[in-house]
Every structure is written in structure tokens, then in C-alpha cells.
Nanobody, 128 residues
Framework: QLQFVESGGGLVQPGGSLRLSCTVS????????IGWFRQAPGKEREGVSC????????YYSESVEGRFSISRDSAKNTWHLQMNELEPEDTAVYYC?????????????????????WGQGTQVTVSS
């Protein structure tokens, strides 16, 4: 049984930073596509950043490019999202997800329903 544990969300002022972490058990991440998605109130879930565990290729949405960074620790079955220069528009529930790759990382990150395994979500609030 797949289990995800997310951590790192919270309240931060604009311009601040947070680091999200997602640890999975029940399977190894080798050759998976893994990523971070977010959903703000009243909005559709969107892909933020994804990484291929097979070749380390990455994707960032235009809204976070240059501010967020995705990384992985295969030995710990964990991946992270470092979020810098946070803006109020980044406020959302953030979810980690994993799926065997069937398309490029960019394509998969743009199609969140293709991911079948999800974390429980962690709230990120950017406010002064």
C-alpha cells in the first residue's frame, strides 16, 4: 500500500521561503515521475513542478520558474520543493504525487489527473 507523508507547509510573509517535503513508502521511486501540484480555493489543480526519477529532467510552471526548485533524495524515497520569493498568489494546498512515466515530465505535469498516487496535501499561505 502506497503511503505519502507531506510536511513543510505553513504561513509565511511575501518574499519568504518554505521547503516542502514528501516521503513515500510502499514502493521505490526509481523510474517514476514525481511532482508537486497545488490547488487554490475556487481554482483547478495545477502542476507546479515535476521531476523524472529516471533521467532527472524537470519541469516548472511559468508562474514559479526561477523561484521554486524541485529535488529528490532517492535513498530516503523523498522529494522536496524549495519555494523562494513567495507571493500571495502562491497560497494554495500543495500536493505531492507520483506516477510511472508515460509521457515527458512536462506533459505529465500539465495533466494532473494522470497521476494516481497522491499525498494528503499541505497548506501554504503567503500573507503579511
Amino acid at each position: 500500500q502506497l503511503q505519502f507523508v507531506e510536511s513543510g507547509g505553513g504561513l509565511v510573509q511575501p518574499g519568504g521561503s518554505l521547503r516542502l517535503s514528501c516521503t513515500v513508502s510502499g514502493f521505490t521511486l526509481d523510474y517514476y515521475a514525481i511532482g508537486w501540484f497545488r490547488q487554490a480555493p475556487g481554482k483547478e489543480r495545477e502542476g507546479v513542478s515535476c521531476i523524472s526519477m529516471r533521467d532527472d529532467s524537470t519541469y516548472y510552471s511559468e508562474s514559479v520558474e526561477g523561484r521554486f526548485s524541485i529535488s529528490r533524495d532517492s535513498a530516503k524515497n523523498t522529494w522536496h520543493l524549495q519555494m523562494n520569493e513567495l507571493e500571495p498568489e502562491d497560497t494554495a494546498v500543495y500536493y505531492c504525487a507520483a506516477e510511472p512515466p508515460v509521457y515527458s515530465v512536462k506533459a505529465m505535469c500539465s495533466m494532473w489527473p494522470i497521476f494516481s498516487s497522491w499525498g494528503q496535501g499541505t497548506q501554504v499561505t503567503v500573507s503579511s
